[in-house]
C-alpha cells in the first residue's frame, strides 16, 4: 500500500490514479443502483418498504408472477416489434444516405451537419414535434398523405390502437437515422478505392461491387452499429412518454414505459426492478456483441 500512494505522490502512479477515479465514480452511480435493482427484484417490495432493506425475500416469485400476468407477453411483442423496426429503419435510411453523401458535392458537407440536429435534440422535443407531426386533425403528416392520395381520411396515430406504436417507431426512426449516417459513412470512408478500381477493370458492376466489396468490409462496422442500436432503443422512454404514454389499452406500451409506471404510478417497484432486470441482461448482451465487433474492427 504504501509503495501505491509514493508512486502516485511522486508521479509515477498518475496512470493509476486516472483510472481509479473514474471506476470509483461508475461504481457509486451505477453499480450500487444496479446491485440494488437487482436484489430488489428478488423481494417484496412496495412504497411503505421501499427505503428499508429488511424487506421479504420471495425469491423468483417476482419473475413468476410478471410471466403470468396477461399483458407481460403483448408488452414484450412490442418491445420486439419497437426494437426490430427501430434499428432496421435506422439502419437502412441511414446505410443509405451514407452512400448518398459518400459521392462529393458541393455542400454535402453542410447538409451532412443538418443531419445531426435530430440526434442532438432532446428525446422530449423529439416527442414534443412528432406529436405536432402525428396530430389526427392538423397533423403534417395526414395532410402529405391526403394530398399524395395515400389516405383519404385522418389517421389519429396516437390514440388508435392499429398506429399507436408504429408512430413512436416513425419518431424513433427519424430520431437515430443520423447516427447511423455518420458511423457508415466512417466506415465506409475506411475502405481502399483501389478495391473498386480493380473491379472496375474487372467488369463488376455496382450491385456486385457493393455485395462484395463494400458489405464484407462493412461488418465489424455493421455488427457495432446494430449492437448500438439495440442499447440505445431499449433504453428510449421519452417518445414513448411524450407521444403515446403506453396507449390505448398497451397497444403502444414497451418494456422500458412498463417498468416505469409499474414503479412510480402503480407502486409495485418489485416488478418494475424484475423488468429492469430483464432489460439489463438483453442490454449486456448487445454490449458483448459491440465490444466484439470494435475489437474485430481493431484487429482487422
Do not use: C
Not at 38 to 56: A, C, H, I, N, Y
Not at 249 to 267: E, G, K
Amino acid at each position: 500500500m504504501k509503495r501505491i500512494l509514493s508512486s502516485i505522490t511522486d508521479g509515477r502512479g498518475f496512470d493509476v490514479g486516472l483510472v481509479s477515479l473514474p471506476l470509483a465514480f461508475l461504481f457509486v452511480l451505477s453499480g450500487l443502483p444496479l446491485v440494488y435493482n437487482v436484489v430488489m427484484s428478488f423481494q417484496e417490495v412496495d412504497m411503505f418498504s421501499l427505503g428499508s432493506f429488511s424487506r421479504p425475500f420471495v425469491g423468483f416469485k417476482n419473475y413468476i408472477d410478471l410471466f403470468a400476468q396477461p399483458e407481460t407477453w403483448p408488452i414484450l411483442l412490442n418491445t420486439a416489434i419497437f426494437v426490430t423496426a427501430s434499428i432496421a429503419g435506422q439502419f437502412l435510411i441511414g446505410f443509405g444516405l451514407a452512400l448518398f453523401f459518400w459521392v462529393s458535392f458541393p455542400g454535402a458537407s453542410w447538409l451532412r451537419g443538418l443531419f445531426l440536429v435530430s440526434w442532438v435534440m432532446p428525446g422530449l422535443v423529439v416527442g414534443a414535434i412528432w406529436n405536432w407531426i402525428l396530430s389526427g386533425d392538423f397533423g403534417v403528416l395526414n395532410f402529405l398523405l391526403r394530398e399524395t392520395g395515400v389516405i383519404s381520411g385522418n389517421i389519429f396515430w396516437r390514440s388508435d390502437p392499429s398506429y399507436s406504436l408504429w408512430a413512436v417507431i416513425i419518431a424513433n426512426i427519424w430520431l437515430g437515422t443520423s447516427f447511423n449516417m455518420i458511423l457508415l459513412s466512417v466506415g465506409l470512408s475506411g475502405i481502399p478505392q483501389d478495391l473498386y478500381e480493380a473491379a472496375e477493370l474487372d467488369g463488376a458492376n455496382a450491385f456486385h461491387r457493393f455485395w462484395t466489396i463494400t458489405l464484407p468490409m462493412m461488418r465489424s462496422t455493421i455488427g457495432a452499429i446494430v449492437a448500438l442500436g439495440l442499447i440505445f432503443t431499449l433504453q428510449q422512454f421519452d417518445l414513448f412518454a411524450a407521444i403515446t404514454s403506453g396507449g390505448p389499452n398497451n397497444t403502444s406500451n414497451v418494456t422500458q414505459y412498463w417498468a416505469w409506471d409499474l414503479s412510480f404510478r402503480q407502486y409495485d417497484f418489485a416488478k418494475g426492478a424484475t423488468i429492469s432486470v430483464i432489460m439489463i441482461i438483453f442490454v449486456m448482451f448487445a454490449s458483448v456483441v459491440y465490444v466484439r465487433s470494435t475489437r474485430h474492427e481493431v484487429r482487422g
